[in-house]
């Protein structure tokens, strides 16, 4: 089936550095999704992607949708405490009803 | 505010009982999700509906039985469930078909004793 690769697993950071992270895929997808988890809590979309080459930002957030539509990246640009959380990526097929998740990064940021 | 409201919060089962989880959404969306998330995994789906149908069903065990009795609610009925089966669950709706946007509710905590 379809899986995400979705790297890196964890970062431990200082706060105001910037964090990257991607997923990549060995299957296409039409939409690229990036949500936020917080401990207890469900996901919270952070940025949505359609079409390929879209480049879209959200505040200090900003994420690609890949030419070859296999693969996404997320940044985040001035860290600060309140970003910790896992980030998840997610994949949307043809059909629009199945999304896949990546395996999740966990960002940790010190003050 | 999450526009996805999952109760109860938090549920406590023991192997014999039977318990439905539920869902409720006013954001007129046509697509509804049960997802499952084990701690430091990410949400696996369980079920979809489209336009109150069952559209999917990724293989899961029959003692979790979705029902979504109109396009505002989405349950989960649980009977029989062994203790691996505690995770938080998910749900979460879409606007359409082919839309994108997955949006979650807070989720609920099910322990299976």
């Known amino acids: 089936g379809q899986q995400l690769n979705q790297s890196p697993q964890s970062m431990f950071i200082q706060e105001g550095e910037d964090v990257s992270m991607n997923c990549t895929s060995s299957?296409?997808?039409?939409?690229w999704l990036w949500y936020k988890q917080d401990p207890g809590e469900g996901p919270v979309l952070l940025i949505a992607?359609?079409?390929?080459?879209e480049l879209t930002s959200n505040g200090r957030l900003t994420a690609q949708f890949g030419i070859t539509r296999k693969d996404s990246f997320l940044n985040i640009s001035a860290s600060i405490p309140s970003d910790v959380g896992i980030y998840f990526c997610a994949g949307q097929d043809t059909g629009g009803f199945k999304t896949i998740f990546g395996a999740g990064t966990r960002l940790f940021v010190k003050a | 505010d999450t526009e996805v409201t999952q109760t109860p919060k938090h549920l406590v089962m023991g192997m014999t009982n039977k318990k439905s989880l539920k869902c409720e959404q006013h954001m007129g969306h046509r697509a509804m999700y049960w997802y499952k998330q084990k701690a430091k995994k990410p949400p696996e789906l369980m079920f979809v509906?489209?336009?109150?149908?069952?559209?999917i069903n990724e293989s899961v065990p029959s003692r979790f039985s979705p029902e979504c009795p109109n396009s505002s609610l989405l349950n989960l009925h649980l009977h029989a469930l062994q203790p691996e089966d505690s995770a938080l669950y998910l749900c979460a709706t879409q606007e359409g078909a082919n839309t994108g946007e997955l949006f979650f509710g807070e989720g609920s905590r099910l322990t299976v004793l």
């Open positions: 299957s296409i997808f039409n939409t």
């Open positions: 992607l359609y079409k390929a080459g």
């Open positions: 509906y489209s336009y109150e149908k069952l559209s």
